[in-house]
Structures are given as C-alpha cells and as structure tokens.
C-alpha cells in the first residue's frame, strides 16, 4: 500500500487519473492486516484498488466529479464498497470521470482532465477515464467503474485494459449515483482478464437494496478459464465493421477473428440490422432517465447551494444553473423535452419500442451463436480538446450503446495497436454469461 501511494505521486502527476487519495486510511488498514493477518480465502485481500467518484464511499468524498458534489462526504457505503471491504480490499481513492458519467472522454469532469496512459495529449476516453488511466499507468492493479453507455469498455480500450460491463442486474447498483437506472452497470478494470473475473466474483450477487439486482447464483468466473474457445460460434455483425470504423481498428478486429479461429472457435459474419438505431434509442432513453433522477439536485438536499438567492424557485434556478455543467444541463434538457406531454409518443415511447427491437436482434443471434465480438469504438483514443461537437462525441459510442440498451454483458480487452494506440476487442455474451466471455477473453490475452 506504501508503495502504491508512492508510485500514484510519481506517475498521477501526468496523467491526473485521481480526485481524492485515502492515504491515512487505506495504511491504516494495511498495518491492521498485517498485524491480524488476512483470510487466505479472499483472494483479493490486501490489495489497492481505485474507485470511480459516482460509487458512494463512506467517509470519503464522492463527487462525481460535479460541482454539485464537491463536499459530499457519504454517511454510507455503495454496496460494491461493502463488499470489497468484506475482502479487505484497499481503497486508495477515488478516480476522475465525466460529470455524472456523462460523456466519452473526462473532459466534462468539474475538477480536472484526466490523460490517456499511453499518450498524454489524448483523452482517456470516458466516462470511466481516471479508472482506465489509473490502472494503465500501473497505479493499482484493479479500479471500479461504471458503464451506461460504454464508459468501463470505451475507456478501457483507450487505455489498452481489459473492462467489463456484467449483466444489467449482476451487481448492485445502491450507492452508485443515478445515471439512466435502466442500463447503469459498476464493473472492473483491470490489466489482466483474470484479475478482472476475481473482482467480479467480489462484487456480484443478488442485494435488497436494489430491487433490479438478480438474484441468480452467481459462480466462480475465474473458474473455466482456461477451458479455450475450441468449438465455440462467434458472431462478427457486419454493422460493427461498418461505416465511420477506423481502417486500421477494422484491421485489428479482423486479426482478432482470425486468431479466434486459429484458436479453434468458428467465426461466422451476421447482421443486427437494428443497432444502428441504438445511438438516438440510446441518448432519448439515457437524457429522460437522467433529467428525473438529476431532480434530487435542487440545492436544498443535496450538494451546491448559490447563496445569492431571493426566494425558493431562485434557490434551485441558481443552485442547478451554477452546479452542474454544459453536458448535464444538455441532457437534462433533451431529456425533459422528450418525457414531455407533447413530445413523450414520438421520442420517449418511440425509443422504447426500438429498445425491445434491438435486444430481438440479439436474442436471434444468440440462439446461434456463443459471442458477439466487434470492435469497443470505431476509433483508438482521440486529441484532448479535438472533439467539441455533442453529437459527434456521442456517435463514439455506438457500437459499445446497444449492449447497454439489451442488458447484455460486454467486456473490452486489448487487440494491438492503431497508429500506437491501444485498440479494444468487444466480446458480447447472452444475459448472466459473463463466464463464457472471461473463458474467450483468456483464451486471446
Ligand atoms: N458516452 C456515453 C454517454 O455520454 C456513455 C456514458 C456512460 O456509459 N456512463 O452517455
């Protein structure tokens, strides 16, 4: 532990993955464990760990990197955070991202810009950037993100780690701050596909306290490993390696298919006609979902207060405008008008028709076939800066978006290089087959 907070001052200094350290605690723990001595059943005992700042730690600040946020100082754990502690995981601190998890890069975080480990004139990716770039940069070995839309598997691409986003219902999501509640998912990143099936069998399993979390068995994803993919059908959709997807990423991916074969799998090309339709389903569902769970921010039992203020409406008018930024003030926006009287059957009930639409497609695949592999994103990491148009940042995102919308477990792991940066391979399973994709993902590492 002394050691990774030496090693976090050496080398956070050029990337700025973190926003807070729990130095005094986590030696405090440390020293604690190696007086006691640890359980030789968990696995991960001892071991520091970052945390995304939207997963609620108690007694240290979690601000989802918002203004809004900047002093929340949790009376409770996440129960991700219950459960790591249960192991005697280290917390070290907790890491940069984009305000409340919106966007792509961390470029929309409040406090600081977060860099890619590999080149630090590119974005991390987003929005679990500080998790990707932390454990790319070799500060700790695992770190918790959380995945809307792609921000464990995006990032972790970018960053040349391996990030996985379980099944919606897998883990819990009490004490994770509200994105869209109908696709958020905490998840690991980690360097190695091992370690990141030993954090998933720490966080997973069935919790009161999230009414959406399953209560399915969940087993040992370390376990078939090493079992290969001799045998097993691999659906490669040709809307992945479509249109606006990198030559050289295409490149990658195709390689990746090839080694899958050589390996012993059968990989065969299908077709999801509907997922091109999972970018506007995506940003309609996800901006309605987020402009009512964002309502608690009014200035009164959360977070920011403006103090120049004349009377209630003024109170949350003022708290809000200055609180949150540009990015979450866009979706709350789209998000209000498209669950409004007026707009709600053309957008709200239109995207949820497509919705079932695009997991059909899915399902038809999956009675086929074992996995989905693809590219994570259509390009490696781009410039900081470079990207300042929302929709244009948010067509990033559309081949790691449909897996969120059918609740479909989806993992990234490194696939070589594009121009010297890392490229992700998007390995996609059927619902509560994360197993299945930890034995692929293995099996190609
Ligand atoms: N980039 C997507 C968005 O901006 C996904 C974010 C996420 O998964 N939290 O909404």
Redesign the pocket.
């Known amino acids: 532990t002394k050691q990774t907070f030496a090693t976090i001052k050496e080398r956070d200094e050029k990337v700025e993955a973190f926003l807070a350290l729990n130095e005094d605690k986590a030696l405090a723990k440390a020293r604690q464990l190696d007086q006691d001595g640890i359980d030789v059943n968990n696995v991960l005992a001892g071991i520091p760990m970052g945390i995304k700042d939207n997963i609620v730690t108690e007694g240290l600040t979690t601000t989802a990197a918002s203004k809004m946020l900047a002093n929340f100082n949790p009376i409770y754990n996440a129960t991700v955070m219950d459960k790591l502690n249960a192991q005697d995981v280290i917390t070290v601190g907790k890491l940069n991202m984009?305000e409340f998890?919106?966007?792509?890069s961390t470029e929309t975080s409040a406090f600081k810009q977060t860099k890619n480990a590999w080149d630090q004139t590119k974005v991390p990716g987003?929005?679990s950037g500080g998790s990707a770039a932390a454990v790319a940069s070799g500060q700790v070995v695992a770190s918790l993100g959380?995945?809307?839309?792609?921000?464990i598997r995006q990032p972790a691409a970018y960053n040349g780690i391996v990030g996985v986003k379980p099944t919606y219902g897998r883990v819990s999501r009490f004490g994770l701050i509200a994105?869209a509640s109908s696709m958020d998912q905490i998840g690991p990143m980690t360097r190695t596909v091992k370690d990141n099936a030993l954090v998933l069998n720490a966080i997973s399993g069935h919790d009161s306290r999230d009414f959406t979390s399953s209560p399915k068995q969940v087993p040992d994803f370390s376990k078939d490993l090493d079992k290969g993919v001799k045998g097993m059908k691999i659906a490669l959709p040709k809307e992945f390696l479509g249109e606006g997807v990198q030559a050289e990423v295409k490149d990658a991916i195709l390689a990746a298919a090839k080694k899958f074969e050589e390996l012993g799998a059968i990989v065969e090309e299908v077709s999801l006609p509907y997922s091109k339709y999972g970018l506007p389903v995506y940003y309609i569902m996800?901006s309605s979902e987020a402009s009512s769970n964002l309502q608690r921010f009014d200035g009164i039992r959360y977070g920011y207060r403006a103090d120049d203020v004349k009377n209630l409406e003024d109170v949350y008018v003022k708290s809000r405008s200055q609180g949150f930024g540009d990015e979450v003030k866009r979706r709350i926006m789209l998000g209000t008008f498209s669950l409004s009287a007026g707009t709600y059957d053309a957008y709200f009930k239109k995207a949820g028709q497509v919705r079932t639409l695009i997991c059909q497609d899915f399902a038809r695949i999956f009675e086929k076939y074992d996995l989905i592999m693809g590219p994570t994103a259509p390009t490696p990491a781009f410039g900081l800066g470079e990207e300042t148009d929302p929709v244009v940042m948010?067509a990033n995102?559309i081949l790691t978006i449909p897996v969120n919308l059918a609740g479909l477990p989806g993992m990234s792991l490194p696939a070589g290089f594009a121009n010297g940066l890392p490229v992700g391979l998007q390995l996609i399973a059927p619902h509560f087959e994360e197993a299945r994709m930890y034995q692929a993902g293995f099996a190609f590492e």
């Open positions: 984009d998890a919106m966007g792509g987003g929005s959380s995945d809307t839309g792609g921000s994105f996800a948010y995102d």
